[in-house]
């Protein structure tokens, strides 16, 4: 390596180290902060950047392997690249630990409507969604119902006997949280198969999932309850849904045929990944950094969570990299069947790990984008960790929210584990989510390297406080 390069990281890291002082200097008294942390943390965001590692690592689960549904063969293939790429970069105690999941197959999917007596079949673009049944093979065909929410279906009750149930509430876009506006519209997917099979509708379509205006469905979990007939259920593109909700305000008559090959199999055997940085003082005590593993067998399951795997490895990666040597244990968990099931998240909370202590549980799992911050479960744990928020000021990854965790960390939060979520710029999360959209190419190298550097440098700070 040239003088002059090196002269340039020395000159790079100075500029970092200048603006985490400058920073604390004017969020508190400088000479009462950990200054040592300073030039560490500097170091690990110029690594990240500079060596452009994760998305490498992105490009090699994603292009290489593509998406990953939990028991598919893709996901095992996971599972064995992510057990290897550990080994490759040197972490410790690298393993996988059995997790039974669920298994779901697609299979093909054919969805067309007429308006009235029309002879004409234009076409839906339509997804299943995760564990719905399958159509008979000649498909189902019945008069569609637009309902915007549970009251209108149970005022309609036995008009949508025989007719399938099409759930139109759209994501609410004036709100500033996009995970609020999902969480207020995502009970329309996961139960209007039981909601509308209760009034004798015999399949349920639902508005997808996005704010964004286009022909791409979006999938995602749904479920069932053994005292309610099983109807089949489907994502409607955006796109698709307004021109149907159009003709349906014209006062036109709409007939769907729908034809499913889903089914769901005999669940199977497959892994969470596990590879740790032994902590020099206290190895028994441990700071977990976490994500899923699997996808919806969309896209290439990109930012989600193929960017949280990412974060996690090279997390971990940057800390070797720089030779550091953490009190705790820090350790690395891909997690199986986040998506349809959460079962590599019970397995992990379930399994005796005698004399072990979880510190705190991270995870990544809201995409590739910048990190602007963590969200924290526990009050006493925000309050130790806020005052190394002038360390993340540089990356405008400062903001330390008290309430936050992850799906997959849950299970251990319930033990009392305090959970940590990496908060990123999500607005343009919920344009790719489960869907085709969510390739590769959607993911930013650098906003990914930053997320990798925040993961890190958090979880280096806990394993030392």
């Given amino acids: 390596m040239s003088i002059k390069s090196n ?18 200097l004017h969020a508190q008294n400088y000479e009462t902060m950990p200054r040592q ?30 998406h990953r549904l939990a028991g598919s063969p893709q996901a095992e293939k996971a599972v064995a690249w992510s057990k290897k790429k550990m080994e490759e970069l040197g972490f410790e105690n690298v393993r996988t630990e059995p997790v039974i999941v669920k298994r779901w197959i697609r299979g093909k999917e054919e969805c067309f409507f007429r308006i009235g007596k029309e002879k004409q079949k234009r ?10 049944i399958g159509t008979p093979k000649e498909g189902i065909t019945a008069e569609i119902v637009e309902v915007k929410s549970w009251d ?15 759930f139109n509430r759209p994501m609410d876009r004036s709100l500033i949280s996009l995970g609020t506006a999902y969480g207020l519209a995502v009970d329309q997917r996961s139960n209007g198969a039981i909601e509308a099979a209760k009034y004798g509708a015999v399949g349920s379509m639902v508005r997808s999932m996005t704010t964004r205006i286009d022909d791409k469905p979006h999938t ?14 489907v994502a409607v593109s955006t796109k698709d849904a307004d021109l149907l909700s159009g003709l349906l305000a014209e006062g036109k008559k709409i007939t769907v045929t729908l034809k499913l090959e889903c089914d769901t199999l005999p669940p199977v055997e497959s892994a969470n990944v596990v590879g740790e940085i032994k902590g020099c003082e206290y190895p028994d005590e441990i700071v977990l950094i976490g994500a899923h593993l699997d996808s919806w067998d969309k896209g290439h399951g990109a930012h989600d969570d193929g960017a949280g795997c990412a974060h996690i490895i090279e997390a971990v990666r940057l ?39 979880h510190i705190a549980a991270i995870e990544s799992d809201a995409g590739g984008f910048s990190p602007i911050g963590f969200g924290i479960s526990d009050s006493t744990l925000h309050s130790k960790l806020s005052k190394y928020a002038y360390l993340f000021i540089p990356i405008n990854a400062d903001r330390f929210k008290i309430g936050g965790g992850g799906v997959d960390i849950l299970p251990l939060m319930k033990t009392g584990v305090p959970g940590i979520g990496l908060i990123v710029d999500g607005q343009k999360y919920f344009d790719y989510h489960h869907s085709d959209n969510d390739t590769i190419d959607k993911v930013n190298e650098r906003e990914l390297a930053l997320g990798s550097a925040a993961v890190a440098i958090l979880a280096y700070i806990i394993a030392e406080e």
Avoid: W
């Fill in 37 to 66: 942390l300073d030039s560490i943390s500097a170091k690990i965001i110029q690594t990240a950047l500079g060596q452009n590692k994760a998305i490498e690592l992105l490009t090699e689960l994603c292009v290489k392997i593509g």
């Fill in 7 to 24: 002269k340039r990281k020395e000159i790079f890291i100075g500029l970092i180290i200048g603006l985490i002082k400058f920073s604390a």
């Fill in 319 to 357: 800390i070797k990299e720089l030779n550091l040597k953490p009190k705790r244990t820090i350790r690395a968990v891909l997690f199986m069947n986040e998506e349809n099931g959460l079962d590599g998240g019970y397995a992990y909370a379930s399994k005796e790990r005698p004399n072990e202590k």
């Fill in 220 to 233: 995602g979990q749904m479920h069932y309850v053994d005292s309610i007939p099983k109807i089949p259920s």
């Fill in 152 to 166: 209108e279906l149970k005022e309609k009750g036995e008009q949508v006997k025989g007719k399938i149930v099409f």
């Fill in 123 to 132: 076409k839906i673009n339509i997804c299943a969604y995760g564990n719905s």
